[in-house]
């Protein structure tokens, strides 16, 4: 089977679809408000990730922080520690994660990764939408066919936890999230900052390693666990 390319202008445009979105709901507080999950909820479960690292990551840091500075209401900021891009979110939240589940989806990813080259992405732009906050990546191919391959692993299998994750969904972006809303405050000079700086250039992600991890958030911190690294 070919490998999936990317479209780079069609992402663009949903990027700024999104954004126009994403505009209007932080002026007025009218976004999405994320709460923190309980056991059993369909996101912030385990997931595939590449961490933000050096240069990349400082950059994208020092926006995180200018944009906490400028929030009137308590968010979900992202501090360094837990910046990453998703490769796959593979299953709903839980209190504790089996290690049988660890296993599999750590068996998943190795055959998936096999033969591929390394996974990239280049980050333009800080935009968001209705639930957030983030830098717009564009995926190279490889990404993308990683993404297939795990989407089509998981059909004989379902979840092996709870529903959620991406489950049959592919994922043809590449963001790095910043901010998650926690209350619904207006937040004007939030969307002028990110107005300001849709066009700044933030470098490339390249990576031949990815992490399994586990959120632990609360009301104002992601709280990334990793599980795991695995190379290819």
């Not at 780079?8 to 954004?19: C, E, S, T």
Request: charge should be negative; glycine fraction near 10%.
């Amino acid at each position: 089977m070919s490998i999936i390319q990317p479209d780079r202008p069609g992402l663009r445009a949903d990027y700024d679809r999104q954004w126009d979105e994403g505009r209007a709901a932080f002026a007025d507080g009218t976004f999405r408000v994320d709460p923190v999950p309980r056991d059993g909820d369909p996101r912030f479960g385990l997931s595939l990730v590449v961490r933000a690292e050096g240069a990349f990551a400082d950059r994208v840091a020092a926006e995180s922080a200018v944009i906490a500075s400028l929030c009137r209401g308590a968010h979900l900021n992202y501090v360094p520690r837990d910046l990453h891009m998703t490769v796959r979110s593979v299953e709903g939240f839980q209190d504790a994660v089996p290690q049988h589940q660890v296993d599999h989806y750590l068996g998943q990813f190795k055959q998936a990764a096999s033969g591929l080259g390394p996974i990239a992405a280049r980050f333009e732009g800080l935009g968001g939408s209705l639930g957030g906050l983030y830098v717009r990546g564009y995926p190279n191919a490889a990404l993308l066919e990683l993404r297939r391959r795990l989407r089509d692993a998981r059909v004989p299998f379902g979840n092996l936890g709870p529903a959620g994750g991406d489950g049959d969904r592919f994922r043809d972006n590449a963001h790095v999230s910043l901010l998650v809303p926690r209350e619904p405050t207006p937040e004007p000079e939030v969307a002028d900052y990110i107005d300001a700086r849709t066009a700044v250039d933030f470098g490339t992600i390249t990576a031949t390693e990815v992490s399994l991890v586990v959120w632990r958030p609360d009301l104002r911190a992601a709280n990334i666990e990793e599980i795991e690294r695995i190379t290819w």
